[in-house]
């Protein structure tokens, strides 16, 4: 015999409404912190996105929508793990571009002030 589904599928609304179940998580790396949130929709599929917290950049990463809560989480957390090395590396390669932008500011090697691009 299946499982009976959730409590709150059946809870009657409004027609055009829907009621979805949203569980939130905290996913730790050493590098970010991020908030997940795992949704479960009525007919039982699920997704799950998630996003770093107290990052400079907004990035969302999310799964597609599956049969299982489990199965959603591993997908995002797979998908955090392969995409965020590459968020992680052009985050340094930004940093060193800024550097070696302040260290030509020190040196005298600039570039046009605003004003000669304006006009020219």
């Known amino acids: 015999m299946p499982p009976s589904p959730p409590w709150w599928y059946s809870v009657p609304v409004p027609n055009g409404c829907t009621l979805r179940r949203k569980q939130v998580f905290e996913y730790t790396t050493p590098e970010q912190t991020y908030r997940v949130e795992l949704f479960e929709n009525p007919d039982g599929t699920c997704y799950a996105i998630g996003v770093p917290e107290d990052s400079e ?26 995409e965020s090395g590459i968020f992680h590396a052009s985050a340094g390669t930004e940093q060193d571009a800024a550097a070696s932008d302040s260290e030509s500011e020190t040196t005298g090697s600039e570039g046009p002030d605003a004003d000669d691009l304006c006009t020219r």
């Open 57 to 82: 950049r907004l990035i969302v990463y999310g799964s597609n929508v599956v049969d299982s809560p489990e199965l959603a989480l591993r997908i995002l957390i797979d998908k955090i793990r392969r």
